[in-house]
């Protein structure tokens, strides 16, 4: 970190850019990288931030504003300045990249028939990741027993937080309806006579299969 610290600001600016939309773009995603493609992936945003920072700079001469002095170290005023015109850059990039271009490259390789997969890590993050519309999900357990949620309830209106949460080491829901393997169903209510949601958290070793309405 020392030794990060003591780079010319030029480069700790397109460094720390960098990494935020680094973030940005692998955020929930669990990707792990190898030393040299995080680099370059780091350095490739930072970059894009930095030159957009220098166009934005350009335009506010054109404009009329005064030219900035250029970015050394005893210029704490401009490196500030730079830095965040070069950070909002690169998370605007990134964020473009996320939302919409990464989509598009995708769509335009399967039709070019390059390839086809959606390049997630796992099969769940592809379902967790598509843009569907969940109507409901049923978590099957290992005992037998069928814990439901209807995502469409009135209910539901006014919870705090996502009717659904996944992630790998289990899933947590507003379970509606519970069908045991024996016996008859029976609904559950969600909030409580004082006001308080109940979340049923399900760990990953009692789940055998879940079963998901959507509509894309």
């Not at 401009?78 to 998370?91: K, P, Q, R």
């Not at 964020?95 to 490259?105: D, G, K, Q, V």
Request: with cysteine.
């Amino acid at each position: 970190m020392n030794e990060l610290l003591k780079l010319p600001y030029e480069i700790q600016i397109v460094l720390v850019a960098g990494y935020l939309a680094y973030k940005l773009t692998t955020a929930a995603r669990k990707v792990e990288h190898k030393t040299e493609d995080f680099l370059l992936q780091v350095l490739v945003f930072g970059t894009l931030g930095r030159a957009f920072a220098y166009v934005v700079t350009k335009l506010a001469v054109m404009s009329g504003y005064p030219a900035p002095t250029a970015v050394v170290d005893t210029d704490y005023k401009s490196v500030l300045v730079t830095g965040i015109l070069a950070i909002l850059g690169s998370v605007t990039f990134a964020f473009l990249w996320r939302r919409y271009l990464e989509s598009a490259i995708k769509k335009a390789m399967s039709a070019m028939n390059v390839y086809h997969d959606d390049h997630e890590t796992s099969a769940f993050r592809s379902v967790t990741s598509a843009k569907a519309r969940w109507s409901f999900i049923q978590v099957h357990l290992t005992s037998g027993t069928i814990l439901e949620s209807w995502l469409k309830l009135p209910e539901q209106a006014g919870i705090p937080t996502k009717p659904v949460i996944l992630n790998d080491d289990g899933i947590a829901l507003y379970v509606t309806t519970i069908h045991p393997q024996d016996g008859d169903s029976r609904d559950c209510e969600q909030v409580t006579a004082t006001g308080e949601n109940v979340i049923t958290y399900v760990p990953r070793s009692e789940i055998k299969q879940i079963d998901i309405g959507w509509k894309k």
